[in-house]
């Protein structure tokens, strides 16, 4: 993936020297420190692809080598979801962050084959919501990731919605959290957000990884990843020598 961006790099950086000369050619010169920043600028916008990219490889590499130890028993089923949750923090946030490559305004057509529905009276945060596409080669599988902010309760009540017409339920951790509270006669409402999905890491032999939550600040996100292509793509990816370009 590095090799395809250094070469994009290049290819974009020439393209656009050779337009910015042409403009400057035909029309009044414009002044040197104007075409300075718009090359500055532009690099770094590649280098802010380059960098998310190289974070999206390390968040998929760190998630795979949690579930390896997971399976070989190195890891319990709650440390592995509290590390899924830190990493996913951690990387996530900072990719979007960096450079929303494919912005999200809504599920596209092969998520709602999957049962899946926008929530109703929270807004789209558009800078966190994002997509890749089976149909663009450098993105290679299809994924959906839509950030909705607003009234906490609104936001828990969505997801239930959501999660129930799509089948998805409970996670296991928060099932165990209420029937513990249930058990020790303590009140539901002290456990905060709520996660939906249709996989864990006793069972991840899913064709769609699906998760519907909501944080304790009333955050609803909806994730959605076709796990067949993006094992071949990862894989794919995994067997190329980056460095010898």
Same mark, same amino acid.
């Given at each position: 993936?590095?090799?395809?961006?250094?070469?994009?790099?290049?290819?974009?950086?020439?393209?656009?020297?050779?337009?910015?000369?042409?403009?400057?050619?035909?029309?009044?010169?414009?002044?040197?420190?104007?075409?300075?920043?718009?090359?500055?600028?532009?690099?770094?916008?590649?280098?802010?692809?380059?960098?998310?990219?190289?974070?999206?490889?390390?968040?998929?590499?760190?998630?795979?080598?949690?579930?390896?130890?997971?399976?070989?028993?190195?890891?319990?089923? %709650?440390? #592995?979801?509290?590390?899924?949750?830190? +990493?996913?923090? *951690?990387?996530?946030?900072? $990719?979007?962050?960096?450079?929303? @490559?494919?912005?999200?305004?809504?599920?596209?057509?092969?998520?709602?084959?999957?049962?899946?529905?926008?929530?109703?009276?929270?807004?789209?945060?558009?800078?966190?919501?994002?997509?890749?596409?089976?149909?663009?080669?450098?993105?290679?599988?299809?994924?959906?990731?839509?950030?909705?902010?607003?009234?906490? %309760?609104? #936001?828990?009540?969505?997801?239930?919605? +959501?999660?129930? *017409?799509?089948?998805?339920? $409970?996670?296991?951790?928060?099932? @165990?959290?209420?029937?513990?509270?249930?058990?020790?006669?303590?009140?539901?409402?002290?456990?905060?957000?709520?996660?939906?999905?249709?996989?864990?890491?006793?069972?991840?032999?899913?064709?769609?990884?699906?998760?519907?939550?909501?944080?304790?600040?009333?955050?609803?996100?909806?994730?959605?990843?076709?796990?067949?292509?993006?094992?071949?793509?990862?894989?794919?990816?995994?067997?190329?020598?980056?460095?010898?370009?």
């Amino acid at each position: 993936m590095k090799k395809y961006f250094y070469i994009l790099k290049y290819f974009l950086s020439v393209c656009i020297a050779v337009v910015l000369v042409s403009c400057t050619s035909s029309q009044d010169q414009a002044p040197k420190e104007d075409f300075e920043e718009q090359i500055d600028a532009f690099s770094e916008s590649l280098e802010d692809i380059d960098e998310a990219m190289d974070m999206v490889d390390m968040l998929n590499k760190k998630l795979n080598d949690i579930e390896k130890r997971y399976k070989a028993g190195e890891l319990t089923e %709650e440390e #592995a979801a509290r590390l899924t949750e830190e +990493i996913n923090h *951690k990387y996530s946030r900072e $990719i979007a962050r960096r450079s929303n @490559l494919n912005p999200a305004l809504n599920l596209p057509q092969w998520a709602k084959y999957l049962g899946l529905t926008e929530p109703q009276g929270l807004e789209l945060d558009e800078d966190f919501s994002q997509q890749t596409s089976i149909d663009n080669p450098d993105e290679g599988y299809n994924s959906v990731i839509l950030v909705y902010v607003g009234n906490y %309760e609104k #936001a828990m009540e969505q997801a239930k919605i +959501i999660a129930k *017409k799509a089948g998805i339920p $409970i996670s296991k951790n928060y099932k @165990l959290a209420f029937k513990m509270a249930k058990k020790y006669g303590e009140s539901f409402e002290e456990i905060k957000g709520i996660t939906y999905m249709n996989y864990d890491f006793s069972n991840v032999n899913v064709d769609f990884k699906i998760s519907i939550s909501v944080n304790e600040n009333g955050v609803l996100t909806i994730n959605a990843v076709d796990v067949i292509q993006m094992n071949e793509y990862l894989k794919k990816y995994s067997s190329q020598d980056f460095n010898s370009f």
